[in-house]
């Protein structure tokens, strides 16, 4: 079976500028939830998203959306663009308990 | 508020053990372990959901005292693939809202 797989992997973006991360589950994983991590730090929690709702949401400005796609597939999208939203961005899915992630799309600002 | 971990940063030697503990100012329902090494996604060890619970992962196991909101990490006989990064994880009941500790960095030395 595939894991997560997350694309693109690596990204560079000008300050302003908009981005979409895109995260297929594995298969048959209704539950797809987005993470940043800054380097040093933990994961942060963006959004938990199960059958297409957003299910939780983390203290993220409105800048920050995601929507998940009836494959269950997801979109992180992020607008205006900040160099503190330089990150690795982690995308996990799960079925019944524990996650599994995917390698990342690492986001660099400039 | 996040789970604290302690302690943040550990050395050992091969065939050591450690503890890794993680406390939540909060009630703890379900604990979740996972490992990440510098690059890499968090990979998934173990969950538990019972207080009491324990379980086994090889040379890795843990305990969750729901009384005392508090989980520990039991690595025996460490080996050199255990190195890495430590993280608890639970989720906030009723809001969805995944939290991750704080982190303890393990580095097993030859």
């Known amino acids: 079976d595939a894991g997560v797989t997350q694309s693109p992997t690596h990204l560079i973006k000008t300050r302003g500028q908009h981005v979409t991360l895109r995260c297929s589950p594995i298969?048959?994983?209704?539950?797809v939830s987005w993470y940043q991590q800054v380097l040093g730090q933990g994961p942060q929690f963006i959004f938990q998203?199960?059958?297409?709702?957003?299910?939780g949401r983390g203290n993220f400005p409105d800048r920050f959306s995601a929507r998940q796609f009836p494959n269950y597939s997801s979109e992180l999208n992020v607008n205006a663009l900040l160099l503190g939203d330089s990150a690795l961005y982690l995308c996990a899915s799960s079925y019944i308990s524990g996650y599994t992630f995917g390698s990342g799309t690492r986001l660099t600002v400039v | 508020q996040q789970p604290v971990q302690s302690p943040q940063a550990v050395i050992l030697r091969e065939g050591e053990d450690a503890v890794i503990n993680c406390s939540s100012s909060k009630a703890l329902y379900s604990v979740h372990w996972y490992r990440q090494k510098h690059g890499e996604a968090p990979v998934f060890l173990m969950i538990l959901l019972k207080g009491g619970e324990q379980k086994g992962h090889e040379k890795i196991s843990a305990s969750f005292n729901e009384k005392k909101q508090q989980s520990s990490l039991y690595l025996t006989a460490s080996q050199l693939s255990y190195s890495g990064t430590y993280f608890c994880?639970?989720?906030?009941?009723?809001?969805?809202?995944?939290?991750f500790g704080t982190g303890t960095r393990l580095k097993v030395l030859a």
């Open positions: 994880g639970t989720e906030e009941p009723g809001t969805y809202k995944y939290i």
């Open positions: 298969s048959g994983h209704k539950s």
């Open positions: 998203y199960y059958e297409k709702e957003e299910r």
